[in-house]
C-alpha cells in the first residue's frame, strides 16, 4: 500500500485524504484496532468528547511507531461544552483524557442551533487555538449559513466541515460552498455504515473494471470529491483494503454516476433539527 497522501488545509497545515473513524473502538480491543490502522499507514484519527475513547486514542499514538509529529489527531467539543469558556475547558480535558499536549484538528461536533451558542463556542476555539492547545479549527455538521455566521462574527474560517457524506448523500451544493472558501470537507460515515449500499449494482460492475471492492470504490469516489472520508474498521484487514485506494482513478463520468446513488440521509442527522449533547 502506498502512503496516504495529504492536503494543505487553509491555515497551512497538512491533513490526510484519508483517516481512521474510531466511534465504537474502545478498551484494549480499541487501542490495538487503532494501533494497527497507525502501523499500516494511517495518520489521521477522528475522535470525539462523546465517543468515550480519547484515551484509547492517546495510548494508541503512544504505542505505535510513527511519532506524534507524523499523526494528526481529530477530536470534538459535544453540545454540553458550548460556550466560550466552556470550550477551552472542553478542550483541556480531551488533553488530560489523550494525554497529548495538543490537538492537531478540534472541531464542533454538532452546531445545536437551538442552543445558540455556536458562535461563542467558535471564540473560545480560536482562545485555544492562540493559548497552543489545538493547532486547527473547524467544526463538524454545520449549514452553509452557520459558517457564513462565524466567518462574519469572527473574520476566521474552519479549516474543516466534517459532514454526513457518502454516495446515497453527496452534499453537492455544500461541497460547492466549502471550495469556495477553502474549507476542506471530510466525510462522516462514508461507508453508510455498510448499508446496501456495497451491493449498489454500479458499485460492484466498477470494482470488476478495476479490480478493487465496492468499498474501495466508494472511498475513491470520496477522494476525488475532495473529501478526506474516515471510514471506521475494527479489523486489520479490512483497514488496509480502505486505505488501499490511490492506485486506480475513476473517470468524471464514473465519479458523477456514483453521485447519481443520491437518495438522502442514512438517519435523521439534519443540523437543523438534530442535536447532540
Ligand atoms: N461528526 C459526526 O457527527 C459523526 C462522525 N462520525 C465519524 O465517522 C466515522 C465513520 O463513520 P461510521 O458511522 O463509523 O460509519 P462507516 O461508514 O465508516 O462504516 C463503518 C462500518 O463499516 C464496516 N466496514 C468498514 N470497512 C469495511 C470494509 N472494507 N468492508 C466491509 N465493511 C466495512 C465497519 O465494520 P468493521 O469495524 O467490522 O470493519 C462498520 O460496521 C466514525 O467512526 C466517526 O469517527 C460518524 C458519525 C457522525
Ligand atoms: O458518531 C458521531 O460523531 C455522532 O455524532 C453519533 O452520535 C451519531 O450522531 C450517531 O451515531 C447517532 O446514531
Redesign the pocket.
Known amino acids: 500500500m502506498s502512503a496516504i497522501p495529504t492536503v494543505t488545509l487553509n491555515d497551512g497545515t497538512w491533513f490526510p485524504e484519508l483517516g481512521l473513524?474510531?466511534?465504537n473502538l474502545r478498551g484494549e480491543e480499541g487501542i490495538a484496532a487503532m494501533t494497527a490502522a497507525i502501523d499500516s499507514g494511517y495518520r489521521l484519527l477522528?475522535t470525539a468528547v462523546n465517543y468515550e475513547n480519547e484515551r484509547e486514542v492517546g495510548e494508541a499514538v503512544r504505542r505505535s511507531g510513527a511519532g506524534r509529529d507524523a499523526l494528526r489527531v481529530t477530536s470534538?467539543i459535544p453540545g454540553r461544552h458550548h460556550g466560550r469558556t466552556e470550550a477551552v475547558d472542553s478542550i483541556k480535558g480531551s488533553l488530560d483524557a489523550l494525554g497529548l499536549d495538543r490537538i492537531d484538528l478540534q472541531l464542533i461536533?454538532?452546531p445545536n442551533p437551538s442552543v445558540g451558542k455556536y458562535v461563542d463556542t467558535w471564540r473560545g476555539m480560536i482562545d485555544a487555538r492562540e493559548q497552543g492547545l489545538v493547532r486547527s479549527i473547524g467544526v463538524?455538521?454545520f449549514t452553509e449559513a452557520m459558517i457564513t455566521e462565524l466567518i462574519e462574527e469572527t473574520g476566521v474560517v474552519p479549516v474543516v466541515n466534517?459532514v454526513e457524506l457518502h454516495p446515497y448523500f453527496p452534499q453537492g451544493a455544500l461541497r460547492s460552498f466549502h471550495a469556495m472558501h477553502g474549507i476542506r470537507t471530510e466525510s462522516?460515515?462514508?461507508?453508510?455504515?455498510?448499508s446496501e449500499l456495497?451491493t449498489e449494482q454500479l458499485l460492484t460492475e466498477l470494482a470488476t473494471v478495476y479490480e478493487v471492492?465496492p468499498?474501495q470504490i466508494v472511498l475513491r469516489w470520496h477522494t476525488q470529491l475532495g473529501s478526506t472520508p474516515?471510514?471506521?474498521?475494527?479489523?486489520p484487514d479490512?483497514q488496509r483494503?480502505?486505505a488501499d485506494v490511490f492506485g486506480f482513478r475513476l473517470t468524471d463520468e464514473q465519479v458523477d454516476a456514483i453521485s447519481a446513488l443520491e437518495r438522502g440521509r442514512l438517519w435523521d442527522g439534519d443540523p437543523l433539527t438534530h442535536e447532540e449533547m
Request: hydrophobic share 25%.
Open positions: 473513524g474510531t466511534y477522528d470534538k461536533h454538532w463538524s455538521n466534517q462522516w460515515s462514508p461507508l453508510a455504515r455498510r456495497l471492492t468499498t474516515i471510514p471506521k474498521s475494527a479489523d479490512r483494503e480502505n
